[in-house]
């Protein structure tokens, strides 16, 4: 897996826009970016995941650079339940079968605050 | 809706004692993972399985064994528990992807294990 730097911590007024960014410059052509992030006390829980196209769904969207050396996840109207680990990962199969590894480095810690 | 649930979620045990934490999944899944996390050290993989009675090691396998003797059942076994040990153990499960995509993980609620 590619690694990955993410900023520590971050801070965000809730109903604004959470932009979380994702350094992941020795990312392969094979390798995938997915973000999971974790609520106090739960397991992980994953948002979304691309390639090379910008992705959307009902959690976030996923804005992956031309180059795909970095990204962004942006929340479009953080709540306060958004508060959270916000965690992205760089990873591929080894080809063929996949065994699903994935590799989860410290994340940010997204505060959304009144 | 996607399930994995832990035997415990807050456990105390005494050094020495051996230690079963269980993971059950109604996914169907053929992957399943433990985790543990600790503060400053992230989520790290000890075990995980791809298929019944199958498993590889993670990155910290050391004093800790697997069971996986039905497709949904995952045990993590701390064969003589230690107080380094203490942690938060996350398991998870996922489906085998034929490509380079990684299938989405699902995790359990986690267990909190001290061991005094």
């Known amino acids: 897996d590619a690694k990955t730097t993410q900023p520590p911590s971050m801070d965000c007024a809730e109903g604004r826009a959470a932009n979380l960014p994702c350094n992941h410059s020795?990312?392969?052509?094979?390798?995938?970016v997915y973000w999971y992030r974790q609520i106090h006390s739960q397991g992980p829980q994953y948002i979304i995941h691309?390639?090379?196209n910008n992705e959307t769904n009902e959690m976030a969207s996923l804005i992956i650079t031309e180059d795909r050396k970095s990204s962004t996840l942006i929340l479009p109207h953080a709540t306060l339940r958004d508060t959270a680990v916000y965690y992205c990962?760089?990873?591929?199969?080894?080809?063929?079968?996949?065994?699903?590894?994935?590799?989860f480095g410290q994340g940010t810690i997204l505060t959304v605050h009144p | 809706d996607v399930k994995v649930t832990q035997s415990s979620r807050y456990l105390v045990k005494r050094t020495g004692e051996k230690v079963f934490l269980e993971c059950v999944q109604d996914m169907d899944h053929e992957n399943m993972f433990w985790y543990r996390q600790d503060p400053g050290l992230g989520l790290r993989l000890i075990y995980f399985?791809?298929?019944?009675?199958?498993?590889e090691k993670g990155d910290i396998p050391e004093g800790y064994s697997v069971s996986r003797e039905k497709k949904e059942r995952f045990s993590l076994i701390l064969e003589s528990a230690s107080t380094n040990q203490t942690s938060m153990y996350l398991c998870?499960?996922?489906?085998?992807?034929?490509?380079?995509?990684?299938?989405?993980?699902?995790f359990g609620p986690g267990t909190r294990l001290l061991v005094l």
């Open positions: 990962i760089a990873s591929a199969n080894a080809g063929g079968t996949s065994y699903g590894k994935l590799t």
């Open positions: 020795t990312i392969s052509g094979n390798e995938y």
């Open positions: 998870a499960s996922s489906l085998t992807s034929g490509g380079w995509y990684q299938e989405t993980q699902y």
């Open positions: 399985s791809y298929d019944v009675k199958m498993k």
């Open positions: 691309g390639l090379k």
